[in-house]
């Protein structure tokens, strides 16, 4: 049996001056055989989305990570609208839905301009970035999807230097290839 591709759904609304997404995106497109890339933002820029077609998508992989930047303590807004209007009633969830989106491995890639350790209780933030993605947790419990632990690289407002960049990629492919 062939082994399904990961789909990597990136979420930057800014790709073209993106240091460290793009660095990702890069990286993952040298394994075409392994993952399905699809940018939201480069597929919809006037945000009407292809409910039907995305719908498709999900259903045609078994691992799908969001990646995008984190700020303002969320995603870029276009996930959200994606998230309400592509996992709708019916087909995400309700009695009559079958749960298509159900066992399914998901997981959030995600790019932080604060150090790791502004993240906890007493510091900058006073949340850990796990409380603050915990709405994505409960969507995709709510769905019956196989939530996996997010991947979150750290530091990058201060230190988007080559080499701190350069350093997340392996991290980041050992996290995907561990789902």
Known sequence: MKERKTLVIIVHPDMAHS???KRWVEELQKYPDTFTMHQLY??????QIDVLAEQQLIEQHDTIIFQFPFYWFSSPPLLKKWLDEVLTHGWAYGSKSGYKVAGKKISLAVSVGGDE???RDGEKYRYTLNELLRPFELTFDYIKADYKSFFAYYGLEFNAAEEWIANSVPLYLQHIRAL
Do not use: H, S
Not at 42 to 47: A, G, K, V
């Open 19 to 21: 240091v460290i997404n």
């Open 42 to 47: 480069e597929r919809y820029p006037d945000e």
């Open 117 to 119: 350790n502004e993240y």
